[in-house]
């Protein structure tokens, strides 16, 4: 073979070699375009989310993948799932068709919070602290007289009383299993314990017959609903189911002494 006839043979490989390149990035430039102008997303469908709106969770998402793209999202979110968002715990997406994608969000369960130099450290049922903020989500109880001294995330709430926080955190499971939104958990100076409802202040007594107080108390809130008042559950049980309601006194207020204010 002659030395023109090899040139001329290698010129052939190195085009057959380019057309096959060629080819192959105008399969994957078409495969790109496809999938960026074909899985646009027309619908998202977000369950599970109580702490952050519909539009919040997509935007996470969409950050994630860095494209509003039903095929990058779902890929993405099993090659890199998005992580240390306060409050979730896990986010799934569900492809459906190239226009739609499900979205399931598994929140963390809160128990309760406890406020701290104008913060809120709020914790799970078994008393860990999931995060620390300044809002105050008003479907949490807040605990009010507990002493502890620094706090780490993830780790358990150094409460100085435990046999206290003990009872909160038995009070705050019972709270969330029967579906009750009460705003404050406090403890007499008798070591008694107080829930507060709007208007209604809820007397438990000791840490007695609780699960039954707090399996009716739903009902007897219900039947209180606008009322202004106490609710006293210290002798209540299964058996006696005792419930005293006592009204809250309005102030009288001196006609004649607003009339001093208004004139002075």
Not at 90 to 118: L, Q, S
Not at 195 to 201: A, E, P, Q
Not at 221 to 235: D, F, I, P, Q
Request: net charge positive; charged share 35%; glycine share 6%.
């Amino acid at each position: 073979m002659g030395k023109k006839e090899q040139v001329k043979k290698r010129k052939k490989k190195i085009l057959k070699w380019k057309y096959l390149l060629l080819f192959f990035f105008l399969l994957i430039a078409a495969g790109v375009y496809v999938i960026l102008t074909q899985f646009h997303i027309e619908k998202m469908t977000i369950d599970g989310n109580t702490r952050y709106t519909d539009k919040e969770i997509r935007t996470m998402l969409e950050r994630n993948a860095y494209f509003d793209n039903s095929l990058i999202i779902c890929l993405m979110n099993r090659i890199r799932p998005i992580k240390g968002v306060p409050f979730i715990d896990k986010i799934d997406v569900t492809y459906i068709n190239a226009k739609e994608i499900g979205v399931d969000v598994y929140e963390m369960a809160v128990a309760g919070c406890v406020e701290d130099m104008g913060r809120y450290i709020y914790f799970d049922k078994d008393g860990y602290i999931l995060e620390s903020s300044e809002e105050r989500f008003t479907d949490v109880p807040c605990v009010e007289g507990l002493t502890f001294n620094k706090f780490v995330l993830h780790e358990k709430l150094p409460v100085k009383d435990k046999k206290k926080f003990e009872q909160i955190l038995e009070v705050t499971q019972l709270i969330r299993e029967n579906g009750l939104n009460i705003d404050r958990i406090r403890f007499s100076i008798a070591d008694e314990l107080i829930l507060y409802k709007d208007d209604i202040v809820i007397q438990l007594g000791k840490n007695e017959n609780l699960e039954e107080k707090m399996m009716n108390l739903p009902g007897i809130l219900e039947e209180a609903k606008g009322m202004k008042g106490t609710l006293h559950m210290e002798e209540f049980t299964q058996g006696s189911k005792t419930v005293t309601f006592i009204p809250k006194k309005e102030k009288k207020v001196n006609k004649k002494q607003m009339k001093a204010e208004e004139d002075g």
